[in-house]
């Protein structure tokens, strides 16, 4: 439940996992300072002294809402991505980063028993594979990742009130990002597909999804040309040599 002052309001970010989370972590880090109820060492400390079934940034909506009062934060937003896009690329954090999901098992194997461990630990794979709803309020201002992050640039503008910090949001925890050597992305069967749907049909419901569509419902936020001018310049700032080495340096000293 990462949440963070904007100007004079109190924000809280519904991290939903493997929808750009660690991008956009680093960029409220960059603009706005410190974020609370956030911990990366979560998954490395030893279990019996974890305090909290998932890590804090994963809580679901269920245990925030015993922990927070409705009307505590003033703004809510969340990131949400197609439940097939999201669902493989967790499968592959968790198999070949966090080596959860043991060497060797095949995506559709490890997909039938999914409902069963998830029944059977509610928070297995630290809310990996907890459906989008269970973690997004219904008050998230929601955002697709299907349509990019720019527009999530101007909405902290509105909220804060101000134009201060970086104009584009980076890219972060892009697969291989880990020095792991990446097979082929799993293509999910039909069979899968339909399961997927069935196991995941609150999130295509709720968020607009279809089933071999890949755009959601919604349509894509509107920029104003400024908008876009600086996102255009800021992400090929980004993208220079001498700003990825200050980058790199930045990260070593936050450690």
């Not at 603009?31 to 030893?46: C, E, K, N, V």
């Not at 999201?86 to 028993?113: C, M, N």
């Not at 040309?225 to 993208?239: F, L, S, V």
């Amino acid at each position: 439940m990462p949440f963070f002052k904007a100007g004079s309001k109190l924000v809280y970010y519904a991290h939903v996992p493997k929808c750009a989370g660690s991008s956009i972590e680093e960029y409220l880090r960059d603009r706005f300072g410190q974020i609370a109820f956030l911990d990366s060492a979560y998954l490395s400390q030893p279990e019996k002294l974890r305090w909290t079934k998932s890590s804090p940034q994963h809580v679901d909506v269920g245990s925030l809402k015993r922990l927070i009062p409705d009307g505590f934060f003033d703004e809510v937003f969340t990131i949400v991505r197609h439940p097939v896009a999201r669902l493989v690329s967790a499968y592959h954090f968790q198999l070949e980063v966090e080596k959860l999901i043991a060497p060797g098992t095949q995506f559709a194997e490890w997909l039938r028993d999914l409902h069963a461990k998830r029944a059977e630990e509610p928070f297995v794979y630290d809310n990996h594979f907890r459906p989008m709803a269970e973690i997004a309020p219904e008050s998230a201002t929601v955002f697709y990742l299907e349509h990019g992050l720019e527009a999530l640039v101007p909405w902290f503008d509105h909220v804060a009130g101000d134009t201060n910090g970086p104009r584009a949001i980076g890219t972060v925890n892009k697969r291989g990002d880990h020095g792991v050597a990446r097979g082929e992305e799993v293509s999910p069967s039909a069979s899968d597909l339909a399961l997927i749907e069935e196991l995941f049909a609150v999130d295509f419901d709720r968020f607009g999804y279809k089933i071999g569509v890949k755009e959601p419902a919604a349509a894509k936020p509107s920029l104003s040309p400024k908008a876009i001018a600086e996102n255009e310049a800021a992400q090929k700032r980004m993208n220079s040599p001498v700003f990825k080495i200050a980058k790199k340096i930045r990260r070593k000293l936050q450690i």
